[in-house]
């Protein structure tokens, strides 16, 4: 397996436009995350979902964040209008079941927001 | 407050020494945590996971302690290589049967030839 995808791995766009952050999560994972990654927060968990059905938004900053998994294998996150204060690391992670399980996380997509 | 605390310098030490991080979290009852490596640019892998019923486990070189009621993890590597320069992350579920890691800030180690 060639584990879990992210794209892309950079992108660096001007302030008010929208971000679409991919990710394609190992085969067979029923579970899907999103973090983001700053030095002053560290990781923080935006989403999860499980078989496809967001369960947690809770960690979403704001409604200019939104995520999807339209099916199993393809979620995205999607920032609308962007900010420079958005500008992080964007990971996304699955795991097979209930999150004692191993997290098996993507490469990441460095964001900068001008 | 709930916390995770991980300390932010950098640990600095020779090869071949044992290195050992600490992971010190307030206000939680975890029932689960875990570790990961994490190197630049890269995201983090997943190393081990202890359950709040045992008091130590063991991987090769790595070798993890859990004291609840010190409400405290260490993580040791033994002889320690260059190779083992990375940043690690401690996790915790933070909302007692949720099993959602919370992750502390993580904290630099560097080896020394």
């Known amino acids: 397996d060639a584990g879990v995808i992210q794209s892309p791995r950079h992108e660096v766009t001007e302030m008010g436009q929208e971000v679409t952050l991919r990710c394609k999560p190992i085969?067979?994972?029923?579970?899907l995350f999103w973090y983001r990654q700053t030095m002053m927060r560290g990781l923080e968990l935006l989403i999860y979902?499980?078989?496809?059905?967001?369960?947690?938004d809770s960690g979403m900053p704001e409604d200019r964040f939104s995520a999807k998994m339209p099916n199993a294998s393809f979620s995205t996150l999607k920032i609308q209008p962007s900010e420079p204060r958005d500008s992080a690391v964007y990971f996304c992670a699955s795991t097979p079941g209930p999150s004692t399980d191993t997290q098996y996380f993507g490469p990441g997509t460095r964001l900068t927001v001008l | 407050s709930q916390k995770i605390e991980q300390n932010s310098e950098a640990l600095n030490i020779q090869e071949g020494k044992t290195a050992t991080l600490t992971c010190n979290y307030t206000?939680?009852?975890?029932?689960?945590l875990q570790w990961y490596r994490q190197d630049p640019g890269r995201g983090p892998v997943f190393l081990l996971l202890?359950?709040?019923?045992?008091k130590e486990k063991r991987k090769e070189r790595l070798k993890v302690t859990f004291d609840t009621t010190l409400k405290q993890s260490l993580f040791h590597i033994t002889a320690s290589q260059p190779a083992d320069s990375a940043t690690y992350l401690c996790?915790?579920?933070?909302?007692?049967?949720?099993?959602?890691?919370?992750f502390g800030r993580g904290t630099s180690l560097i080896v020394h030839p």
């Open positions: 202890i359950r709040e019923n045992e």
């Open positions: 979902f499980n078989n496809n059905v967001p369960i947690d």
């Open positions: 085969s067979g994972h029923d579970y």
């Open positions: 206000n939680y009852s975890p029932a689960y």
């Open positions: 996790a915790l579920d933070v909302s007692g049967g949720s099993y959602i890691p919370t």
